[in-house]
């Protein structure tokens, strides 16, 4: 057991070693958790759920909506878009080769990167066509603000309840970065429903809610992916839970 | 914090023996890592009885981690208790063939931040530690003076460097981490662990007087 002994000269006493693993054990068992095949089971439910829910309803809504826009156009921004959108999911929603997730740069780079990029690859392929970054008055872009906010909650949701309780280390980080990977996807979906190039437009229905998306979840889903404890100490009567 | 003070203390003067002991720690380290590493995939996959093997191979360091922190065995023992529940909890996410231990690490570090928050609020606790403290050092023994004495220096200049750099030190010195792990363990990169180490490393050596040798650098 005590392969690297403790220091013991100036330290208050605790309970046996033996005793301390026999505690930790019995509350182990006490105390079910779901095996790797059974977690993988409710998180495919769960995320199943939550990506067939705002598909259909985008398609409820319209699904592609073309407008003026020649089709060249759709189908750039569109592959563009979801190129990037798959880069930002694999670094925003996958672990990597660790328990404690990506590094604290990858996070930080794919949350700063992804609103910038997705916004310049629209502009950028939109300014080559003509009259297709025009001013709509009738869209200023609340539509699709209100359009992308609501596609991406229950993703948003179910991504953050897959990485609940899992993050020691830069939970809000890793909040952050499964918002903006969540507000990526939905950014190409918008994309296909939005014909409205101008710039105006893209920063208020489609740039905002991508970083309301960032925000939200850093916030809010950083205390949900955080490590903290869940229950009441059971060894020292002192320590408030 | 006084024993690591101790033991660097002790140890600063023999190079090359530190060198050799901290080579046959590493190799310790990596044999615990892989034990711990199959011992979390058989329980990731419900083999109920593999918690004690994870527990067996993980705690004790993590203890004494947590004791260092602390300087108190209940509160390490409730920290202990904790981390090795969230990983029983988190089982099912465990990734065959990852490392466990600075997953453990960090979450024994994270709940350790946590506590420290809430300790902060606790002016009763914290008076209480003052009056402990003062009794035990008033009991100290009069012998091994000057080892003491160079401990309590080690221990002074560990207290007063950024908590980054002790944290980092201590991760690779005391507790036999890889570079790779603690880089993991404190969610930094493996050249900000390196950096971290070696400020703190040049740090005592000039409160020992020792002149920086190139056991610093590694």
């Known amino acids: 057991m005590s392969k690297s002994k403790p220091p013991t000269s100036d330290v208050r006493a605790g309970m046996d070693d033996a005793l301390l693993r026999a505690q930790v054990i019995d509350r182990s068992t006490r105390e079910p958790s779901p095996t790797r095949g059974q977690l993988a089971l409710r998180h495919r439910i769960v995320l199943g759920i939550a990506l067939i829910v705002p598909l259909l309803s985008f398609i409820v809504l319209g699904g592609i909506r073309v407008g003026p826009r020649p089709d060249e156009l759709v189908l750039q921004t569109a592959l563009g878009s979801a190129l990037l959108a798959a880069l930002v999911a694999v670094v925003g929603v996958g672990r990597g080769r660790s328990m404690l997730g990506r590094p604290r740069s990858w996070l930080l780079t794919q949350v700063l990167l992804t609103p910038v990029s997705l916004f310049g690859w629209r502009v950028l392929v939109s300014v080559r066509y003509p009259q297709m970054m025009v001013e709509w008055v009738e869209r200023p872009g609340f539509r699709c603000f209100t359009l992308s906010v609501l596609l991406a909650s229950m993703p948003l949701l179910g991504l953050i309840w897959r990485r609940r309780g899992s993050d020691p280390v830069h939970p809000r980080l890793t909040a952050a970065a499964v918002g903006a990977a969540v507000g990526a996807g939905t950014w190409v979906l918008v994309d296909l429903w939005c014909p409205v190039g101008y710039v105006p437009h893209l920063l208020l229905g489609h740039v905002l809610p991508l970083l309301l998306l960032i925000f939200l979840s850093a916030l809010i889903g950083g205390r949900v992916i955080a490590v903290g404890k869940q229950r009441p100490a059971v060894t020292d009567p002192r320590v408030r839970f | ?218």
Request: glycine share 6%; charged share 25%.
């Open chain 2, 1 to 218: 914090m006084a024993a690591i003070a101790q033991k660097f203390a002790q140890g600063f003067g023999a190079s090359a023996a530190h060198q050799s002991e901290r080579g046959s720690a590493r190799a310790l380290s990596r044999g615990d890592g892989e034990l711990a590493s199959a011992a979390m995939e058989r329980y990731a996959q419900g083999d109920e009885s593999a918690f004690a093997s994870v527990y067996d191979s993980v705690a004790p360091r993590v203890h004494a981690y947590l004791i260092r922190q602390t300087r108190d065995r209940a509160v390490a023992d409730d920290l202990l208790q904790q981390t090795l529940l969230q990983i029983h909890r988190k089982r099912g996410t465990y990734v065959a063939g990852l490392p466990v231990l600075p997953w453990a690490f960090a979450i024994a570090r994270r709940l350790y931040i946590d506590e420290c928050r809430r300790r902060k609020t606790d002016a009763l606790w914290s008076a209480r530690d003052v009056g402990e403290d003062d009794r035990r050092a008033s009991a100290l023994p009069d012998d091994e003076f000057a080892t003491r004495e160079a401990a309590r220096l080690v221990e002074a200049e560990l207290a007063r460097m950024p908590g980054n750099q002790r944290v980092a030190f201590e991760l690779l010195k005391v507790d036999g981490l890889s570079h790779q792990e603690a880089a993991q363990a404190l969610g930094t990169t493996v050249n900000a662990v390196k950096l971290r180490a070696f400020r703190a490393y040049s740090a005592i050596r000039a409160v020992l007087g020792c002149p920086l040798g190139p056991s610093a650098s590694t």
